[in-house]
């Protein structure tokens, strides 16, 4: 563990200044991630600049229909809000999918985006990590992958994202706001999180001294036809092996609209245009489900142990898919996939 | 008064617990305190070459760092260094003692500084510089290299022949990874020295057992040792060894002058001891009728490459089941790993996995109900030393429990049963374990205001003994149970063995028995002397002590008052110590028995698994506390899910190393995976296994429930799974 010292900002403002003088120096905010990350001597700020309390903690409705999600509002909040359960329940399904109450009171909604992987090798310094450590080689190409990626890897790593919360979030093609020293920019969620490639060290596309302020939902919740199906190793608190958000617009029982993505599976929540596209005009039938599914999988690849996420992942998504269909989206509690 | 032996009685030290007033090894805290830290070898074999402490040093309040080179002295013999529960074989490892590297997560430094965080924070500067040696950690790539080692069973007729010439035949291997105990409560020792005395606070499941081995490795007397553990967050049996923690602890004191803690960190405990993975051979061989003729076991498990650590997996058929022939093996390979060591039910969690998911195999093979065939195969003794059992119950549990659970009603296709989405699977196995004493003495001062405080050695280790003691002490003292104290947990109280082995409970309240009864003998003594006492001429056994009094069993006008009788001999106290009679008779078999039956629903396409119903029907003698008994099987019984579906610690063989090192990632069962569990306990007096026919069942709980679990996976889905944990990925070929 390294020392480091505390700061609280004060605002956005100050602490975007904060960040942008000291290049050691990261932002908390739940920290239910980076706390866990120091212990084990992943991350070393020898800054933390608090931005647990900064004001980014409201729930508003956008002038266009949308919704503006503060930064800071914990998980827990954001899934049991009246709009969000209302009008964007897949959301909700998907929050509640992840990790375990009191994570979710702590985790924060810019948090939450910002987590790391869970790659086993990427916790252990004893061990080469290209994430952690650039250049010093993948451990779990040859190693213990079975909760590794098999889509959109690179030689250089296999991490997947392990957030829940953002599968919906890229289903349901929200919106990041971010702020830095050049000012405000939004970045659409497709380009927030980034491949692999060579320079695995780096998860997404915000700059290290950019601060998440918002999340905006586009008015479209897909409230009537949805779903968030997560399978892992046990019923609850466990990470994804493969997870699915499914949301579609109907006629009748033709697809109007189709958003799909997959969790568990890349380094990002993991969507194809061809898939959705493939859905469209559709009848909503296993045909169409097992199509889009081929779409969405092309270019699977395992490593060994987690050969088994294409196959799984195949049949998670027609399974999905149906249930948003029905509209019968599947229960948090009762564990029986229906 | 009504008894309290048999009654469910809550926790008597559940308000300590609950409130936080009970205080575990880590929480004891005295002026000057020091907080050590462990620097764990990030390599699995070598040596240590060099170890740069200066940056640590640096720091503002670190006191020092201890390494082998610097550390005060310790014992040079491996006698030193064996405790009580050591195995025979080998050199017990020596914490800190040299620059050999034997496992991954060995300590090689104790940074001591005067907080912890302060102490933690230097350890990340510690440079620690390693001459490599080529490792090996994985099991099935190192069978090869399996030595036999004395099995615990002998031998009966030919079983190999037997095999090749049976109607029908089942062989098969079944695998259970390496599994680690994880207790909530960290592992950690308080070391205090006081006028030339040490003081040990330690999280152990025997403080005598602690004791005696820092007086070998610290070399000093029994009376200047004093070793306690009063509460315990779990053990399951990580805590029977003395684990490196307490020599660092006590190294760390040694030197500095001052009292020092030492807690492992959650990821550290995986340099603890461990279940050992175990391949398991089973070759069942049977007449076409479906009588057995021939088992065989052989188990191929791992060891330290120091010790020779090895349980009973193997003996468990020659308990359960009649063959005319049998042969049992027990292999170890060598790895460059910490010694395994017990965790719950050791041997038996493991090889009665196999047995009984084997003799499910079998079942299906013959065409027949595997209750069917247990009921077919059952032994009323015990085959390997042929003779009768103090009390079996076991067919009464494959009633009672089938009956509950509604196994009639079972259509014994594979597949045949399911409900939407989810194939159903009913599936069952025996269970079984020992039902042992240990010698336990026990003291009880029984004060004239009617207060008793009953004393042992013996660690709760959140079993509840405590509770149970004090229950006992209450029926045969004829007190009220608030009337009596337990005291455990302190190497200064009266010998009592490791809390292990489900031996506890049977001997400390038979040793309380006795005590009670040479305490009823002084009674009856002053109560005798007593003017026109109504008791002359009566025998200590022919009176009791009910209602605060001590009255003739024949006659209950005749009595006197406790008090009394204590008040007219001027007695303030009556103290005596008195130890169980342990049975050297080896004409019976002594042991518990379980019946398991599990539902689990699977999903067809993506094998998604519920354990929907379990139903664990035990019989182990006198049930003393229903309450507390309840709570041990299922906990057991949510152990053995775990066991079946969930636990396993991964290695990374390359490097030598736990991946797993925490409980986000070595999954444990949640409360979604726990649906019903039934516990019934079947009725079983027993007067010969001691005089209270207690057997004990600690561990008894989850022996045979991830075969039932197995078993039940099979029958829903056609699938039959042998290597734990059965995950989704297993039960179902993802193409
Ligand atoms: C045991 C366990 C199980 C879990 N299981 C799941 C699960 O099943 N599914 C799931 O989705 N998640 C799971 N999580 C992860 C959890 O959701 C994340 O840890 C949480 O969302 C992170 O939010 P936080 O506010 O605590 O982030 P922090 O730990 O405070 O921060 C994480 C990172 O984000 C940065 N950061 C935070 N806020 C901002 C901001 N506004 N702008 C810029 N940078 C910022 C920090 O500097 C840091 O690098 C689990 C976590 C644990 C510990
Ligand atoms: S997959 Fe990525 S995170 Fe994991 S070891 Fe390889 S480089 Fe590191």
Redesign the interface.
């Known amino acids: 563990m390294t020392p480091f010292q505390y700061a609280r900002a004060n605002d956005v403002a100050d602490a975007i200044k904060q960040i942008a003088t000291d290049p050691s120096a990261k932002f908390i905010a739940g920290g239910t991630n980076l706390i866990d990350l120091i212990k084990y001597d992943v991350e070393e700020p020898t800054r933390l600049i608090d931005i647990s309390h900064l004001p980014l903690r409201s729930i508003e409705q956008t002038s266009t229909g949308g919704v503006l999600i503060g930064a800071m509002v914990p998980n827990t909040d954001l899934a049991y809000h009246p709009i969000i359960e209302q009008r964007y329940p897949l959301l909700a399904r998907a929050i509640m999918s992840g990790a375990s109450q009191q994570l979710r009171n702590m985790a924060s909604t810019g948090g939450n985006l910002l987590q790391r992987t869970r790659c086993f090798y990427f916790y252990d310094t004893a061990t080469p990590c290209n994430k952690r450590e650039p250049g010093s080689g993948c451990s779990a190409i040859d190693g213990i992958n079975r909760i590794n990626a098999v889509l959109g890897t690179s030689q250089a790593c296999i991490a997947t994202h392990p957030s829940d919360m953002c599968v919906a979030l890229a289903a349901l093609e929200a919106t990041v706001h971010v702020a830095g020293p050049a000012g405000a920019r939004t970045i659409a969620f497709a380009d927030f999180h980034r491949l692999p490639g060579n320079t695995p060290q780096r998860d997404t596309n915000l700059e290290p001294d950019e601060i998440i302020t918002a999340i905006e939902l586009p008015p479209k919740g897909f409230s009537a036809n949805y779903s968030y199906l997560k399978i892992r190793d046990r019923l609850s608190y466990a990470f994804a092996l493969v997870s699915v958000a499914a949301a579609l617009e109907l006629d009748g029982d033709t697809i109007k609209e189709a958003r799909l993505a997959l969790g568990g599976v890349a380094h990002k929540p993991w969507r194809s245009s061809a898939a959705e596209a493939a859905l469209l005009g559709q009848r909503a039938e296993a045909t169409a489900f097992a199509r889009a599914a081929d779409w969405l999988l092309h270019g699977a690849k395992g490593y060994g142990h987690n050969d088994f996420k294409i196959g799984l992942a195949r049949r998670a998504i027609v399974r999905t898919l149906g249930q948003a269909a029905r509209g019968t989206p599947q229960s948090l509690s009762d564990k029986k996939i229906r | 008064m009504a008894s309290y032996i048999g009654s469910a009685t809550s926790r008597v030290d559940g308000r300590p617990k609950v409130t936080g007033e009970a205080r575990y090894a880590g929480e004891f805290n005295v002026p000057g305190l020091v907080h050590g830290y462990v620097i764990e070898s990030?390599?699995p074999k070598g040596r240590i070459v060099r170890i740069d402490t200066s940056g640590a040093l640096g720091v503002d309040g670190v006191i020092d760092v201890l390494t082998h080179q610097s550390r005060p002295p310790m014992a040079d013999k491996d006698n030193a260094y064996k405790d009580e529960v050591a195995p025979e074989e080998g050199s017990p490892y020596r914490p800190l003692y040299d620059d050999r590297i034997l496992f991954t997560g060995q300590p090689v430094a104790l940074v001591l500084a005067e907080d912890w965080?302060t102490a933690?924070?230097a350890?990340?500067m510690v440079k620690v510089e390693y001459q490599k040696e080529p490792h090996v950690t994985d099991l099935h790539a190192e069978r090869s290299r399996a030595f036999a080692i004395d099995a615990p069973e002998k031998p009966r007729g030919d079983a190999a022949k037997a095999f090749a010439s049976a109607a029908v035949r089942h062989a098969a291997e079944y695998f259970i990874p390496t599994e680690h105990h994880n207790p909530m409560e960290l592992f950690a020792s308080t070391a205090i020295w006081e006028d030339g005395r040490l003081t040990v606070y330690d999280k152990t499941q025997g403080v005598q057992n602690v004791q005696k081995y820092l007086c070998g490795v610290f070399k000093m007397k029994p009376d200047e040792v004093r070793v306690m553990s009063p509460y315990m967050g779990g053990g399951f049996g990580a805590g029977l060894r003395p684990q490196y923690q307490v020599v660092l602890a006590v190294l760390g004191a040694s030197a500095l002058k001052r009292p020092v803690r030492v807690m492992l960190t959650r990821a550290q405990m995986y340099a603890l001891g461990y279940r050992p993975a175990s391949i398991e051979r089973l070759a069942l061989g049977a007449s076409s009728g479906g009588t057995l003729e021939s088992v065989q076991h052989e188990a191929i498990a791992v060891t330290s490459q120091f010790e020779e650590f090895a349980r009973n997996d193997t003996g468990w058929g020659n308990l359960l089941y009649r063959s005319p022939n049998a042969k049992f093996e027990h292999r170890l390979v060598k790895l460059d790993l910490p010694t395994s060591c017990d965790m719950r039910a050791p041997g038996a969690a493991t090889g009665v996995y196999a047995l009984e998911c084997a003799m499910d195999e079998l079942a299906i093979a013959l065409k027949t109900d595997p209750v069917q065939l247990r009921l077919q195969c059952y032994s009323e003794r015990h085959q390997g030393e042929d003779v009768p059992y103090t009390s079996k119950q076991l067919r009464e549990c494959y009633r009672q429990g089938a009956a509950e659970f509604g196994w009639d009603r079972r259509n014994a296709e594979p597949r045949s049963m399911r409900e939407?989405?989810?194939l159903v699977g009913w599936g069952m196995a025996s269970g079984v374990w020992e039902a042992l004493q240990m010698p336990a003495t026990v003291r009880i001062v029984l004060t004239a205001n009617g207060h008793a405080e009953v004393a042992t050695a013996a660690s709760d280790i959140g079993t509840g003994t405590y509770t149970i003691m004090a229950q006992v002490a209450a029926d045969m003292l004829g007190l009220p149970i608030d009337s009596i104290s337990v005291k455990l947990g302190d190497s200064t109280l009266p010998q009592c063995p490791l809390e292990g082995g489900s031996w506890i409970a049977s001997s400390v309240c038979n040793a309380i028995a006795n005590t009670a009864r040479a305490v009823r003998g002084d009674l009856l003594e002053l109560a005798k002397e007593m003017k026109d006492s109504p008791l002359a001429g009566v025998g200590v056994d022919d009176v009791a002590l009910i209602d605060g009094k001590i009255a003739s069993k024949r006659d209950a006008t005749r009595a006197v008052p406790i008090a009394s009788a204590m008040q007219s001999g001027n007695a303030e106290r009556i103290t005596r110590e008195e130890a169980n009679k342990v049975d050297e008779d080896k004409s019976h078999a002594r042991n518990v028995h379980s019946a398991i039956f599990a539902e689990v629903?699977v999903?067809e396409?993506?094998?998604?698994i519920?354990v929907t119903r379990v139903v664990n029907a035990v019989a182990a003698g006198r049930i003393l506390n229903p309450k507390t008994a309840h709570s041990q099987v299922m906990g057991g019984v949510v152990w053995g899910i775990g066991m079946a579906?969930?636990e396993e610690t991964?290695?990374?063989h390359?490097?030598g190393?736990v991946?797993?090192a925490?409980i986000?990632?070595y999954?444990v069962?949640?409360?979604?995976?726990i649906h019903d569990i039934k516990v019934i306990f079947v009725e079983e007096p027993d007067e010969i296994v001691n005089p209270l026919g207690i057997k004990g069942l600690g561990e008894i709980g989850i022996v045979g429930v991830a075969a039932a679990i197995a078993n039940a996976v099979y029958h829903a889905t056609g699938k039959r799974v042998r290597d734990l944990p059965i995950?989704?990925?297993k039960v179902?070929q993802?193409?």
Do not use: Q
């Open positions: 990030t390599i965080e933690r924070v350890a990340s939407g989405s989810e629903k999903d396409e993506l094998g998604v519920r579906l969930h991964l290695f990374d390359h490097f190393r991946m797993n925490n986000a990632e999954h069962p949640v409360n979604a995976d995950t989704l990925d179902i993802f193409e």
